[in-house]
């Protein structure tokens, strides 16, 4: 009865249990040959290090998914930790302060899921600021199966910024919440009148009117952003202020020697001209002590 319950998951837990995945889900930490740093959420939190997280959703989406969703199921469960009891619980010293944590996700439709939900409906007690990346609306729906949750998840954000789109259901995200605005709008009236006397010499008079008035029309149209050049975006920033954003693109002149030939080419840079310190875990977070314990 169990091997028919589990039987669709199999292909999975193989996946997730097998080759670098389940080094990575799953060390053997008695192995003393494996070099590799161990460290949790908090740690990282709290020496306020960078993160980088690579789930590779294009070749594998059920793996980047299942690991993607674990692991925010954890950092829900930090954010939990830190918003009742502060980032250094435990420690001596420690208060209740909070570390900001930026958390930047990439096609993040990919990572939906409900553990993602609390995350930034009530991560900002806990310093969590959530930046997300989509195409579209949709993308998110589908990932949730849900247009309640869809609403759900993008009510959660204060701020917007929305490039071309080729939406308009997308588009609208950003227009609906705009107000209207009044324009000014000319008239042009003309008209002739005939005269019924026929001793003044006059056979007919005419006029010509330019009438000056005012309309209210949307502040930006869907397709505002729908034909959006490329690299120029607008901003819904602060619950209501619009910004237009236009952002400098890379020449595609090839002669051009400023421009880094590949991407190769900037991290050999970068490797050669930035030196970070490699065993930050190994490092003592710093920790505020009160004046009265620092002078003993």
């Not at 997308?170 to 000319?186: C, D, G, M, P």
């Not at 005939?194 to 010499?201: L, N, R």
């Not at 050999?268 to 009160?290: K, L």
């Amino acid at each position: 009865y169990f091997d028919k319950i589990v039987a669709s998951l199999l292909p999975l837990l193989e996946k997730l249990t097998t080759g670098k995945t389940a080094e990575l889900l799953a060390p053997d930490y008695l192995d003393m040959s494996d070099t590799r740093p161990v460290f949790d959420w908090e740690q990282v939190i709290r020496k306020k290090a960078v993160v980088y997280i690579g789930l590779d959703a294009l070749s594998d989406s059920e793996v980047a998914s299942a690991v993607g969703n674990s692991m925010f199921a954890d950092l829900v469960s930090v954010a939990g930790h830190i918003y009742k009891h502060g980032m250094n619980a435990g420690l001596p010293g420690g208060n209740g302060t909070k570390n900001p944590v930026n958390l930047h996700c990439d096609e993040f439709n990919e990572l939906m899921g409900d553990e993602f939900i609390p995350l930034i409906n009530k991560g900002g007690g806990a310093g969590m600021q959530v930046t997300a990346y989509t195409q579209t609306s949709s993308d998110i729906e589908a990932r949730t199966g849900s247009a309640a949750k869809t609403a759900q998840v993008q009510g959660n954000f204060n701020n917007m910024i929305m490039l071309r789109v080729r939406e308009n259901r997308t588009a609208e995200l950003l227009t609906t919440q705009l107000s209207q605005v009044e324009i000014y709008t000319k008239t042009l009236v003309s008209g002739h009148q005939d005269t019924a006397d026929v001793t003044t010499g006059q056979d007919f008079t005419s006029s010509t009117q330019d009438r000056v008035g005012t309309v209210k029309v949307p502040l930006l149209e869907p397709a505002d952003i729908v034909t959006l050049p490329k690299g120029q975006a607008f901003a819904l920033l602060e619950g209501g202020q619009l910004w237009k954003i236009r952002m400098p693109l890379p020449a595609t002149d090839a002669d051009d020697a400023l421009m880094p030939e590949s991407i190769a080419k900037i991290a050999e840079a970068m490797r050669r001209n930035y030196h970070t310190g490699e065993g930050w875990w190994n490092e003592t977070p710093s920790v505020n002590m009160p004046e009265g314990e620092q002078n003993g």
